[in-house]
């Protein structure tokens, strides 16, 4: 078992920068790649984020790709995602999860084996 707690979430204005974490215990952090994923009020999670286990591969979803960084400290068991030129698009559920595959680039939900409880993230004009 893998333990998530995301935090970081809040209420700031279109343009601004907020870092998200997420914190996990249970199993070798390293061993499992990481991704963060949102969804807004009435619509379906969609995919972030990615780092591979050892942090050296990241992939993100089109529309943060650029203002959106995800990164992780492995000694800390802790996973980030800077946010930056925040949109109020961008307003959602923030989710991280855990992979027990930790190469490569998976997107889909079905392919994370541990989620967090989410944090929320508004943006407002």
């Known amino acids: 078992q893998v333990q998530l707690v995301e935090s970081g979430g809040g209420l700031l204005q279109a343009g601004g920068s907020l870092r998200l974490s997420c914190a996990a215990s249970g199993r070798t952090f390293s061993n499992y790649a990481m991704g963060w994923f949102r969804q807004a009020p009435g619509q379906e999670r969609d995919f972030v984020a990615r780092?591979?286990?050892?942090?050296?591969?990241?992939d993100y979803g089109y529309s943060v790709k650029g203002r959106f960084t995800i990164s992780r400290d492995n000694d800390k068991n802790t996973v980030y995602l800077q946010m930056n030129s925040l949109k109020l698009e961008d307003t959602a559920v923030y989710y991280c999860a855990a992979d027990h595959w930790p190469y490569g680039f998976r997107s889909r939900q079905s392919e994370y084996d541990y989620w967090g409880q989410g944090t929320q993230v508004t943006v407002s004009s």
């Open positions: 780092i591979s286990g050892g942090g050296h591969y990241t």
